[in-house]
């Protein structure tokens, strides 16, 4: 695969995610995991969703078990999100984000921005207007941390 845009996803609901529905706006692809210790961060994803989706951001959250830190199914996870942090921005269906079953996503993302292996949750991917990889954070870089990136982001038209 060569973009972004040509991988599908699967919403909670079941309903099919194309990632070509988002092509013109900014990404910021982050697995997630709701007994994680890095749970909190959906707070801060939250916020930068609703500071800035009107002009073009899209939070994408990807949950996974691969640590072992996930709900013990779908449902539980969007309830968790929901109540606890009040998740309003898309989330999907169990992914692993590494290995031989690795979401095809997820292998594009990491060959794409490089640094290998997702080494934990909360992995996060900011991708540009053009469906291009511009950065990769660590999964204990708080979200609030780079906005001024995605701010770049959002301004490249």
Not at 102 to 130: C, M, S, V
Not at 139 to 149: G, I, N, S, V, Y
Request: a negative charge.
């Amino acid at each position: 695969m060569t973009s972004i845009y040509e991988f599908k996803e699967t919403e909670m609901s079941g309903a099919d995610l194309p990632l070509e529905q988002y092509r013109g706006q900014v990404l910021l692809i982050v697995n997630t995991a709701s007994n994680c210790g890095l749970a909190p961060q959906f707070k801060g994803l939250e916020e930068l969703y609703q500071k800035y989706q009107r002009e073009g951001l899209v939070v994408l959250g990807l949950p996974s078990n691969q640590f072992h830190q996930e709900k013990s199914d779908d449902d539980a996870t969007h309830d968790y999100c929901q109540r606890h942090y009040g998740v309003t921005f898309p989330m999907t269906k169990r992914v692993l984000v590494n290995g031989d079953q690795e979401d095809p996503l997820f292998g594009y993302l990491k060959q794409t921005a490089g640094h290998g292996r997702i080494k934990w949750n909360f992995t996060k991917f900011l991708i540009g207007r053009d469906g291009q990889v511009l950065e990769r954070y660590a999964p204990t870089t708080r979200p609030a941390t780079f906005e001024a990136a995605i701010r770049d982001a959002l301004a490249d038209r």
